[in-house]
């Protein structure tokens, strides 16, 4: 069982398509929660997912509570700056879900609320910028993630 990547209301389709190329290398699903900021016939989209786009298992769903009730028994986590954890202390499993808010605003409180043991961030300055690309914060929390795990994909 792979992991899950799960991105709440994306903005940007560059990060998207850059996300969905690292879940068709992984075999990681990519569970998308609208709205989303862009078609998903966008011509950026496509280009920075490459030819990847038919690996990838994409599942959509009209809010992240629609998301929760589905996997009951799964374990998210919560990427924020507002977290107190870094994101290597969890003890990820094969099945979990990390999850990313939008660009501009991140997960909103109404996502949080509850969720301070699984919230994790990663380490950076926080005084020049507010956080970094979406995409690359992905690739970092993933890859933790499978490290812990062994790379199942790695043949």
């Given at each position: 069982?792979a992991?899950?990547?799960?991105?709440?209301?994306?903005?940007?389709?560059?990060?998207?398509?850059?996300i969905?190329?690292?879940?068709?290398?992984?075999d990681?699903?990519?569970h998308l929660?609208r709205?989303?900021?862009?078609?998903?016939d966008?011509?950026?989209?496509?280009?920075?997912?490459?030819d990847?786009?038919?690996l990838?298992?994409i599942?959509y769903?009209?809010?992240?509570f629609e998301?929760?009730?589905?996997y009951?028994?799964?374990?998210f986590y919560?990427?924020t700056t507002?977290?107190?954890?870094?994101?290597?202390e969890?003890?990820?499993?094969?099945?979990?879900?990390?999850?990313?808010?939008?660009?501009?605003?991140?997960l909103s409180k109404?996502?949080?609320?509850?969720?301070?043991?699984?919230m994790i961030?990663?380490?950076?300055?926080s005084?020049v910028?507010?956080?970094?690309?979406?995409?690359?914060a992905?690739n970092?929390?993933?890859?933790?993630?499978?490290?812990?795990?062994g790379?199942?994909f790695?043949?």
């Amino acid at each position: 069982m792979a992991l899950n990547i799960v991105m709440v209301e994306p903005e940007i389709p560059h990060n998207t398509g850059s996300i969905a190329r690292t879940c068709a290398l992984t075999d990681t699903v990519l569970h998308l929660v609208r709205p989303l900021g862009f078609s998903v016939d966008d011509k950026h989209l496509k280009r920075a997912g490459l030819d990847y786009w038919h690996l990838v298992d994409i599942r959509y769903y009209d809010s992240f509570f629609e998301l929760l009730d589905k996997y009951p028994e799964s374990n998210f986590y919560y990427a924020t700056t507002k977290a107190e954890k870094l994101y290597t202390e969890p003890e990820y499993k094969e099945g979990d879900f990390i999850v990313f808010g939008k660009e501009t605003k991140g997960l909103s409180k109404e996502i949080l609320e509850g969720n301070d043991e699984t919230m994790i961030k990663i380490p950076m300055r926080s005084d020049v910028a507010r956080s970094l690309n979406l995409s690359n914060a992905a690739n970092i929390i993933i890859f933790e993630a499978y490290r812990q795990i062994g790379f199942p994909f790695e043949k």
